[in-house]
């Protein structure tokens, strides 16, 4: 039985004799693909790259060659390509599950923020002048991956910085999402957003720089970010998730310590 096992090893490795590891490299991270998806235009990526990066594209396109992929694709770990990489590489395999496992640990400490920011433009009639044409730009900063209570809760406030030539207070501080400025004027200029955060969170305040756009309807950007939380929410988070696996007595013991 032994033998045959041994036999039909080698048969497969014959067959992907000319299977090299680069050949099974993930053109995003550049390593060995670790749970492999395929795109529809054939394409494979780690399921965890491929997810970060479609996550920052504003059109959902195959990284590598570019086709649009359909807005239905799910992508799922490709079983049977998994299953010949492990045959394949046994060592390098291993090796990759778990740099992926040391990762998710290190991304608990982390919180992702996704970014939408930008402006829209329009042309609206002049608020003085009869007859005649003004420009009329809104900034924006939205975080799509938390509710307004989790802003809330994370974000002190979001403040714009106008250009020095704009009329009265150039740093604007909103407070409550959505984050948003707008003004009636024409001028391509940088606009820093800067995010402050509530004393929960570690990272220092985040800056983005947006230059302000006049072309059509304006103009957005995706942008992801972490930032660290606080070692003390951090066993919050954790705590949280170990209660769910909890009997009610045990949390009423532990709140009694
Ligand atoms: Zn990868
Ligand atoms: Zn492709």
Same mark, same amino acid.
């Given at each position: 039985m032994d033998k045959l096992e041994d036999k039909s090893a080698n048969k497969e490795n014959k067959n992907c004799s000319n299977s090299?590891?680069?050949?099974?490299? @993930?053109? !995003? @991270? *550049?390593?060995?693909? *670790?749970? /492999?998806?395929?795109? /529809?235009c054939k394409h494979a990526y780690c399921l965890k790259c491929?997810? #970060? @990066?479609?996550?920052?594209?504003?059109?959902?396109?195959c990284p590598m060659c570019r086709s /649009?992929?359909?807005k239905d694709f799910n992508p799922i770990v490709d079983k049977d390509?998994?299953?010949?990489?492990?045959?394949? +590489?046994?060592?390098?395999?291993l090796e990759r599950e778990k740099q992926l496992e040391e990762l998710k640990l290190l991304e608990k400490e982390f919180l992702k923020l996704k970014l939408n920011f930008g402006n829209t433009h329009a042309i609206v009639p002049h /608020?003085?002048?009869?007859?005649?044409?003004?420009?009329?730009?809104?900034?924006? $900063?939205?975080? &799509?991956? $938390?509710? %307004?209570?989790? *802003?809330?809760?994370? !974000?002190?406030?979001? &403040?714009?910085e106008l250009h020095h030539t704009y009329v009265g207070e150039k740093k604007i501080k909103k407070f409550k999402a959505p984050f948003?400025? #707008?003004? $009636?004027?024409?001028?391509? +200029?940088?606009?820093?957003?800067?995010? +402050?955060f509530k004393d929960i969170v570690e990272s220092e305040p985040i800056v983005i720089d947006h230059m302000l756009c006049f072309d059509g309807d304006g103009i957005?950007?995706?942008? *992801?970010?972490?930032?660290?939380?606080k070692k003390v929410e951090q066993d919050k988070e954790k %705590?949280?998730?170990?209660?769910?696996?909890?009997?009610?007595?045990?949390?009423l013991k532990d709140s009694n310590k």
């Open positions: 090299s590891e680069i050949e099974h490299t @993930c053109p !995003i @991270c *550049i390593h060995l693909l *670790i749970q /492999p998806i395929i795109t /529809p491929y997810e #970060e @990066c479609s996550e920052l594209l504003v059109k959902n396109i /649009p992929i359909p390509y998994a299953k010949k990489l492990v045959q394949l +590489f046994p060592k390098e395999t /608020p003085k002048k009869e007859g005649e044409t003004s420009h009329r730009w809104r900034a924006h $900063l939205r975080i &799509e991956n $938390l509710t %307004d209570e989790q *802003i809330q809760e994370y !974000i002190q406030y979001v &403040e714009f948003e400025l #707008e003004r $009636l004027a024409w001028g391509y +200029f940088n606009l820093p957003i800067k995010i +402050f957005t950007n995706n942008q *992801i970010v972490k930032i660290k939380l %705590d949280k998730n170990r209660g769910k696996g909890k009997s009610s007595k045990n949390v």
